[in-house]
């Protein structure tokens, strides 16, 4: 006995809508996404110093990034500030009471000595949450 595979009413309209191609998109989409998000965080062209080993990663729900470039220009997130609008920031900070991660991204030809300002600044204002970024190798 042979199948049939002909449909009997040719004009009756579908009632199942096909889903796979719309959840192969979402999926492509979430990839794109995961994948770029952690590039917009780096925003200043800045030369990080080498970390030895892999570290783990930090689970921070708010920070704000405070770059010295290799000029010696401070960044308060993507804007250029001078060291006393930086210190006027870091006191509206003192204010808030749950601050944000500080997190201090230098470039690896600097002198020390601007770093350590800027975490004198900072130890000065008691906020304690400070975090240095490096590339890993």
């Known amino acids: ?56 990663p930090e689970e921070r729900a708010d920070f704000q990034s405070i770059s010295i470039d290799k ?21 509206t900070l003192v204010m808030d009471a749950d601050p944000p991660v500080l997190s201090i991204r230098a470039d690896s030809t600097l002198p020390y000595q601007k770093v350590i300002t800027v975490v004198d600044m900072i130890k000065q204002r008691k906020l304690s949450k400070i975090s240095l970024d490096t590339k890993v190798e």
Do not use: C
Not at 26 to 53: D, K, W
Not at 71 to 91: H, M, P, T
């Open 1 to 56: 006995m042979a199948r049939k595979f002909h449909r009997k009413n040719r004009l009756s309209a579908l009632t199942e809508i096909n889903v796979t191609p719309l959840i192969d998109l979402a999926f492509a989409l979430l990839i794109i996404f995961m994948i770029t998000t952690p590039l917009l965080e780096q925003t200043i062209e800045v030369n990080l110093p080498v970390e030895g080993a892999k570290a783990q």
């Open 71 to 91: 000029a010696g220009d401070y960044y308060w997130g993507e804007n250029q500030v001078s060291i006393v609008e930086l210190g006027d920031l870091l006191d």
